[in-house]
């Protein structure tokens, strides 16, 4: 039987892509991928929803490696879709070679993103991804060269489609045709996406060379503001992200909260000196209910030791100034 390994998102074109293979009677394992910045809850979904089964692979060290110095540059943020295609494709194409298959399959549909999914980079994937001509993309193959299973007849490129274009119309037909009604939007949960996420990560490549994955969590929670190359600050927005500070503090930050008055956590990661501090602790005042023109208590701890500093607030233009 014939057997193709397909990236599954558990985005709707993902889906779509399974679907049109299984019709044709090819057993479908899918593969979905979990990095700090996106995960794979919805190809899980997606999968179970398909029947089919799902290897998911963490590439956390590779994707980091490749982002900081991506071939083919970024997208319209810090997404580096041609380069993160090329290792989920090779990555796949791994597992393909490990447990058999005979293809591999997408759900990129030709012309849908202009740099990432026109014929050019979809080319240029395939060969970097080192699976040339094994590498099928179903909603769009009519308008793309015969691939290998195409040419032996393991896969009818008849029954094949013909989608282009930035539409979503087909597919939303298609999706009503299958009965398909969960789904992520398109990139939906990729942050590297995201224009706040990708400045907070320029940032960080920028003034640091060692990124820990627990620096990239950081970059999740809270508003950032830079204070100088070596120090930054994390001001929590509300209690979730308060939660995800105490979560992700660590030996050597500095943690500050007015005493007296609701507020929000601020994080040092890796500490600041002293002057550092203070100023992190009027913005600390500035955030939270105490009253702006006094002096006021905030709590400062670093290594479980706590102090207390009494500092005002900082001027309101402030952290509209140092934000990142
Ligand atoms: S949107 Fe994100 S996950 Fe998808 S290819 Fe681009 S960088 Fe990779």
Known sequence: MTKAMGLIS????????????????????????????FGSQGAVRAAQSLSIPLHILDIT???????RRPKHGYGSNMNPCIDCHCLMLREAGRVMDT????????????????????????HVVERESGYEGRVLRPLSAKLLP?????????V???RLLSIQGRSR????ELAER??????????????????????????LFHHQDDVQIRDLELLKIGRH?????????????HAQDNEGIVRLVAPGDDLLKVEAFPGPLCLIPNGGSMDDIKKAASICVRYSDAPVDEMVSVLWSRNGAEKRISVRSCPPSLPAELMI
């Open 10 to 37: 558990g985005g709707l074109d993902s889906i779509l892509a399974a679907k049109v293979i299984l019709e044709q009677g090819i057993e479908v394992v899918g593969v979905s991928f979990v990095t700090p910045f």
């Open 61 to 67: 060290e590779i994707h980091l490696e490749m982002l």
């Open 99 to 122: 447990e058999g298959g005979d293809f591999l399959f997408t759900g990129e549909v030709l012309g849908q993103r202009p740099m990432s999914q026109n014929k050019g980079s979809l």
């Open 146 to 154: 015969e691939t290998l299973p195409e040419q032996s007849g393991k």
């Open 156 to 158: 009818d490129r008849e």
């Open 169 to 172: 119309k087909r597919q939303m």
């Open 178 to 203: 299958y009965h398909i009604k969960a789904y992520l939007t398109p990139a939906g949960g990729c942050l590297l996406t995201d224009p706040g996420f990708s400045r907070r990560l320029a940032d």
């Open 225 to 237: 503001l830079r204070f100088s190359p070596a120090v930054k600050v994390i001001v929590g927005r």
